[in-house]
């Protein structure tokens, strides 16, 4: 599953254009298979299982009251001075009979298609995107009335869940602004709705919302999406401009600072603002807001020591293909290979941007098939550095290669 699958009947510029950041939304339906291949309950099962999801990342809640750790991990000798933690399964499953909703965070990192789903998004949105994933047991609730600070999409997995939303007194929240459980300020219901399996809400980040299970066991996922804002970039403008700018590190005058007021200053405050918006310092302040927003997980990949292996006896014949993801950044000086929804990069001289094309278009090629003005001997020096890079992998000789 994509994001365009998630959104549809509408497109990403009809989102993009409509409800983004204005108003909560209903999507979908998505249909079973898609939601099967997504997440099903025996994927939580297993991941639970295999020791897979770090203790740390799971949590119960009912009623808005979380419940102590104590009560559902449990610690293990691990030899001398060591001791490591872990997941007591009957007693977590013991909690979820008793009515707790079970929460598993960051599930992008330990199940590939939810990361693949929120790599997608981010890719469109332009953010970094964590999923969480709550199930809940019949007539019962994990929290209360409260917003996010960030933008979410529910997708309803299994069973069904009533939502009520309640309305956004405080719109757009910075990240340090979260919500503070006070009754007056929750205000009254003005929307209600049933999520069905396949069912996708989207909510604006600053929207109050509560949900319940109905008449089963509910599962679903919260695909969290957290974007570069106006006052981030202006944070970043600061920054640079301050490193590189003394007139930004002296010290106000001290006019403004008892009185508030000063011709002076506002004439100063003038001229440093128009200093921040110079092209160089904003391209600058962009590239560091695109560092701060990269993907938390990066995606897992196999093979990484077969392929390292192989580029030691590495020959113009051999086979290689991009890694998922490999995207190319070409400007007037350099070529930059980059893996989306991972903090990867490599920057190379802009004369290979033929050559990185090529490799991030196909499928797999061959070597010495490469195109440009390169010997076989740098043709070979480039394929072994973007394979042990991360970026490129090898599958062998052409009668070895599936």
């Not at 939601?35 to 799971?58: H, K, N, Q, S, T």
């Not at 909703?101 to 790599?119: F, G, I, K, N, Y």
């Not at 560091?288 to 590495?314: G, I, K, N, Q, Y």
Request: aromatic content about 6%; some cysteine.
């Amino acid at each position: 599953m994509d994001f365009s699958t998630l959104l549809s009947p509408l497109t990403t510029t009809d989102f993009v254009d409509g409800p983004w950041e204005r108003h909560p939304a209903r999507l979908g339906p998505c249909s079973a298979e898609c939601i099967a291949a997504l997440l099903r309950l025996d994927d939580v099962d297993r991941i639970l299982a295999e020791g897979r999801l770090p203790p740390a990342l799971l949590s119960f809640n009912r009623g808005g009251e979380a419940v102590s750790p104590d009560r559902y991990r449990i610690q293990h000798s691990a030899g001398k001075d060591r001791v490591v933690e872990s997941i007591d399964q009957p007693r977590a499953h013991a909690l979820l009979a008793e009515g707790h909703t079970m929460v598993m965070a960051e599930l992008q990192s330990w199940h590939e298609p939810v990361r693949q789903l929120c790599d997608s998004m981010a890719q469109v949105l332009a953010g970094r995107v964590h999923a969480n994933v709550y199930i809940t047991p019949s007539s019962c609730q994990g929290f209360g009335a409260h917003y996010d600070s960030h933008d979410v999409f529910i997708v309803q997995l299994v069973g069904r869940k009533r939502w009520r939303l309640r309305g956004a007194p405080h719109p757009l929240p910075l990240s340090g602004e979260s919500f503070t459980r006070v009754a007056p300020s929750v205000g009254p219901v003005e929307r209600e709705l049933v999520l069905e399996p396949g069912d996708v809400l989207y909510l604006p980040r600053g929207h109050i919302h509560e949900a319940a299970a109905m008449d089963s066991l509910s599962m679903h996922t919260t695909l969290g999406v957290t974007v570069p804002r106006w006052a981030d970039l202006v944070t970043e403008l600061i920054a640079v401009a301050s490193h590189e700018d003394v007139a930004l590190r002296r010290a106000l005058l001290p006019a403004m600072v008892r009185t508030g007021a000063s011709a002076d200053g506002v004439e100063t405050a003038t001229a440093l603002w128009k200093r921040l918006m110079r092209p160089e310092t904003l391209a600058k302040a962009r590239a560091r807001l695109a560092r701060r927003f990269s993907p938390v997980t990066p995606p897992r990949t196999r093979h990484r020591l077969v392929d390292f292996a192989r580029t030691e006896a590495l020959d113009v014949d051999m086979v290689c293909g991009p890694q998922p993801g490999l995207a190319i950044r070409r400007d007037a000086a350099v070529g930059t290979v980059e893996r989306r929804s991972s903090t990867q990069a490599l920057v190379l001289p802009e004369i290979l941007g033929e050559e990185l094309e090529y490799i991030a278009g196909s499928t797999r090629f061959r070597v010495g098939d490469l195109p440009g003005e390169l010997d076989d001997e740098d043709k070979l020096q480039l394929t072994r550095t973007l394979v042990r890079g991360g970026f490129v992998r090898c599958y062998g000789q052409p009668e070895a290669t599936p």
